[in-house]
T-cell receptor, first 114, second 113 residues
Framework: DSGVTQTPKHLITATGQRVTLRCSPR?????VYWYQQSLDQGLQFLIQ???????AKGNILERFSAQQFPDLHSELNLSSLELGDSALYFC?????????????FGPGTRLTVL | AQSVAQPEDQVNVAEGNPLTVKCTYS??????LFWYVQYPNRGLQFLLK??????LVKGSYGFEAEFNKSQTSFHLKKPSALVSDSALYFC???????????FGKGTRLSVIA
């Protein structure tokens, strides 16, 4: 158990809908990262927050947004969902900003868009 | 921009034999290198990392990796494979700035009894 929790485990929804994925980092970790894992694209970095502020952005679509709250949990919002958004979404956390810090991954949320 | 290549989609090895999962990288300057493992329906688990110092890094579950700067490689090794090692293995790299971690496509390791 990495100490990172994600809810829900599974999400099934329809095209055009909006969903929110939730992540609680390990105790003491200030950095939160979101990744998308799909068969064709592999593991893609979406966005990073550190202590409530956005620090880095990757291949995140404009339909997607995220935030990190004062209690350090994070939410990833996916809107106007398309079939191609079906994937595993992982949250990871690390202690700080040091590049050598390993990230600890949650179990993921499997999103299915029908 | 940094990148990682895992040249083998699949590696098959007999139980008890040594295993190697290959990784090469491209980064400006000195890299941070990581190996993660993913079991079915689970998140990624950290195995080991190279930051600086000794080129041979030892990690969890008996795994080790060798950093080779001249060949820009960071191959994952284990002297004696177990059936329970069967999983998806990811190599990842980042440079010394606060750039995102870049993952390889993954290598599926299958250890046959």
């Amino acid at each position: 158990d990495s100490g990172v929790t994600q809810t829900p485990k599974h999400l099934i929804t329809a095209t055009g809908q909006r969903v929110t994925l939730r992540c609680s980092p390990r105790s003491g970790d200030l950095s939160v990262y979101w990744y998308q894992q799909s068969l064709d694209q592999g593991l893609q970095f979406l966005i990073q927050y550190y202590n409530g502020e956005e620090r880095a952005k990757g291949n995140i679509l404009e339909r997607f947004s995220a935030q990190q709250f004062p209690d350090l949990h994070s939410e990833l919002n996916l809107s106007s969902l398309e079939l191609g958004d079906s994937a595993l979404y992982f949250c990871a956390s690390s202690e700080g900003l040091a590049g050598g810090s390993e990230q600890f991954f949650g179990p993921g949320t499997r999103l299915t868009v029908l | 921009a940094q990148s990682v290549a895992q040249p083998e989609d699949q590696v098959n090895v007999a139980e008890g034999n040594p295993l190697t999962v290959k990784c090469t990288y491209s980064v400006s300057g000195n890299p941070y290198l990581f190996w993660y493992v993913q079991y079915p329906n689970r998140g990624l688990q950290f195995l080991l990392k190279y930051i600086t110092g000794d080129n041979l890094v030892k990690g969890s579950y008996g795994f080790e990796a060798e950093f080779n700067k001249s060949q820009t490689s960071f191959h994952l090794k284990k002297p004696s494979a177990l059936v329970s090692d069967s999983a998806l293995y990811f190599c990842a790299v980042r440079d010394r700035g606060n750039t995102p971690l870049v993952f390889g496509k993954g290598t599926r390791l299958s250890v046959i009894a």
